[in-house]
């Protein structure tokens, strides 16, 4: 995986500006770093940081070809998983080719089929192609938005990176927050508007789309799009397509030159991907798989189940790993180096975030990277077959706003008076969901209560599965760990969309034509598990850890957060019993140890990014 930064200008000649664009892509430096490479003309100059995965001595970048007199220069983050089959396509039609770098592939993919090799491409990616010929910038971005793509137009510059704080690095770039990236922070965060790149006028290209810069301007225009149709396959052929279509993808994403891991928490889709890769390892002679899971120093002592987390992961990661024969890692955290890592990952996400969940992602992906390079893991199973309560609570289902983050007029009493009346985040809250509702491919004649759940489905799928996509490539990539997500395979989402909610729930269980497709993959105690969220820690030396930072910010004149906040409602909150509040305000696992956790992470953020707010 990798790091990439382009710069084109229709006035300035860039040339010149080696300096700047090696500071932008310096910044990337921790999402590659076996090498890095510059390519530079009086109208484009790129930057790229490379994490060698496949063909080492192949995959140099900026890339550039020349064949049938048509000069491109691409700079590329991502992994084509159907990189032999477009080979053979290309060979075909008369290319040739110097490497079995997938970088080479798609860049010839675009030189033979031009915007239309978007619709071909399997797998996760962000790049952009200079045209010489057509002095076009092509950039493109994979179906799900698994690989980041940021930019800005700034006079007559345009500007594009993998991540923020590359953006920032331009003279041109501040670090501004307007009325709607404050909306943004305080209302949605730690999910973003799909687009919104949160810094005043900074945009993110949205999944599935693409976008041509000329001297005409930018057009932005989207290619992929789920679509709606009646599902014609019983609930017998459905299992099997499921079945197919997950093992395809799980196998197809083992290919690499560098050492393959899975994640394993024990729940269904990590131990999934981890039965058919140690199934493919035996089968293809590559040795022993190895898996990775997480825990807590003390946290079976202080593990409270409830209805969001009903066990714990452990027992279970030993039964897979066993039954499987994979040689297990389990990699264990105690509070210091957790609250230690909420600034690391403060950083490495560009914006305050999950809190733990971020921090410990981190550390867990610091530490599997000192024996692995890519690891195989479960996320977006949940968005894509139905797997969180508020596909299944009437209350959840019909609250009229994001259901992972309900308590919007909650979040709304964090800001002082002045400043809630000025940003208004309740109000800006129902306006993205209603923008959003607006997007979704209806399927016509479909009942209410069908019709309902596909707009929860598509919430999901564009709002909820980012946030998490998000996450794990900030968090891999700050360890310079490459994370592929098999359930993110368009062909899997695009199939399960359009399955009836009574088959997708099979046997009345979350997930259960998941379920129903992979019998006698896994043991019958793990396959039919009741879903458990991302293991967080439960030792309260964390709560008191973070909650005592957050009386120090509540209690410095400088802060920034305090300029912003209603003081006395959030001492209030921390100084109240933080164990009594179980009722996250974000997803599962966010409740009120992780909301000290996310207004110090905002608060550090704020100084660390010096944020300034314009009316």
Known sequence: MCGIVGWVDWEKDLSQELPVIQKMTQCLTKRGPDAEGYWLNPRVAFGHRRLVVVDPSGGVQPMSTCQSKHACTMIYNGELYNTEDLRQELLAAGHTFQSHSDTEVLLHSYLEWGHDCLRRLNGIFA????????????????????????YAQRGSSFLLASELKSLLAHPEVKPVLSREGLAEVFGISPSRTPGHGVFHDVHELRPGCFLTVTRDGIRNKRYW?????????????????????VTDAIARQLVADVPVSTLLSGGLDSSIITAVAADTFKREGRGTLHSYSIDYVDNARHFKASAFQPNEDAPYVQLVSEYLGTQHHRIEFDTDALVEALKTATIARDLPGMADVDASLYLFCREIKKETTVVLSGECADEVFGGYPWFHREDM??????????????????????????????????????????????????NPLEARRREMFYLNITWFMNTLLDRKDRMSMAASLEARVPFCDHRIVEYVWNIPWDMKNYGDREKGILRKAMEGTLPNEVLYRKKSPYPKTHNPAYTEAVRSWLLDILHDPTSPLVQLIDLKTIRKIAE?????????????????????????????WLREYRISIIA
């Open 225 to 245: 799009q789920l679509e709606s149709r009646p599902h014609t396959d019983d609930v017998m052929q459905t299992a099997k397509r499921v079945n197919e279509l």
């Open 397 to 446: 289902l019909n609250a009229g706003t994001f259901p992972w983050s309900r308590a919007t007029k909650e979040r709304a009493s964090w800001l002082s008076p002045e400043l809630r009346d000025w940003v208004k985040p309740e109000e800006y809250v129902a306006m993205r969901y209603e923008e959003t509702l607006d997007e979704v491919p209806q399927l016509p004649g479909e």
């Open 576 to 604: 109240s019993d933080a164990e009594a509040s179980s009722i996250p305000f974000f997803g599962q696992l966010m409740s009120t140890p992780q909301l000290f956790a996310y207004l110090g992470q905002l608060d550090y």
């Open 127 to 150: 790049f952009a192609i200079w045209d010489e010929r057509e002095q076009k910038l092509f950039v493109g971005r994979d179906r799900m938005g698994v690989k980041p793509l940021f």
